[in-house]
């Protein structure tokens, strides 16, 4: 897809930023929906909240990339956080997807995650294997759910389910640096849950593969092709960093200060593979734990 224009929602984020570079690089026009007056000519108002939005600004668009949602590692779970995880979700996910079918447009790439398998322990999970349980299973599959009327209509809808993205700067990485860096490197645990990761560079590649290969359809786990524990990714780190890593935080720590949070995001996880993206032809950058940890650890170029 060439000079194509593409409408990001949720464009401020890790990823939505970096897509957004990254197509404009491409020479693809960007529009940026936000939930303030726009400021540029690049935006476009919409409150999902109250479903206020011109379906008519996406007319002429070729796709829509759908990234909406608070963060679910941004605090403890109350029963409060949790139902603004699904209301950041759910109901912006079903204005977008019938301001899509409104408008005309035929691809729609919408954010997901690998906790719709829920802890999968050790098991092999592809884009076939059904939800999981737990509050991130149910979510996920609401989440997705919420994209229906726009399959319905014959729009080409990929459901991205990202793992853990790696990134030289910003997210987790940021923070676990600091503390490696201080010999305070810790696996989780007992460091035996995988930990479905994928570079930065390699999660924006797929997403614009996505947008373009018009045979992906339905679920693509956007994760690296070689899942790792906890342990094996501590152990990762701590080798690029060149610091020890002997430490384990208990379990118990863990459910003290984080609750709901440490056993679904942190103790538990999924041995998810990119099947989707390999059977299509998606080629990766970064296939290992040890490739992936040089990327987001190499200096900066000055």
Known sequence: MRNAVIAIAGSSGLIGSALTSALRAADHRVLRLVRRAPSTADEVFWDPDTGEFDATALRGADA???????????????????QS?????IGPTEVLSRAVVESG??????????????????????????????????????????????????????????????SPSGGMLAKLKPLFGLGLGARLGSGRQY??????????????????????????????????????????????????????VPKFALRAVLGELADEGLL????????????????????????????????KAS
């Not at 995880?85 to 979700?89: F, G, T, V």
């Not at 997901?112 to 999968?120: E, H, L, R």
């Not at 593979?273 to 940890?293: D, K, Q, V, Y």
Request: glycine share 10%.
């Open 64 to 82: 829509v990339v759908n990234m909406c949602g608070v963060n679910v590692a941004g605090k403890r779970w109350s029963g409060a956080f949790k």
């Open 85 to 89: 995880l699904r209301d950041s979700r």
């Open 105 to 166: 447009v035929p691809v729609l790439v919408n954010s997901s995650a690998v906790g719709y398998y829920g802890d999968a322990r050790d098991r092999v999970v592809e884009e076939s294997a059904p939800v999981g349980q737990g509050f991130l299973a149910g979510l996920c599959r609401d989440w997705e759910a919420a994209t229906e009327s726009a399959t319905a209509a014959g729009v080409r809808v990929v459901l991205m389910r990202t793992g853990l993205v790696l």
């Open 195 to 248: 930990m479905p990761w994928i570079t930065l560079e390699d999660e924006i590649r797929a997403l614009e593969f996505a947008i373009d290969d018009d045979d992906l359809v339905g679920p693509v786990n956007g994760t690296g092709p070689a899942p790792v524990t906890n342990a094996e990714f501590t152990a990762a780190l701590g080798r690029v960093l060149n610091r020890p890593t002997p430490l384990a």
């Open 268 to 299: 538990g996880g999924q041995r998810a593979i990119p099947a989707a993206l390999e059977r299509a032809g998606f080629e990766f950058r970064h296939h290992t734990i040890g490739e992936a940890m040089t990327y987001v650890t190499a200096p």
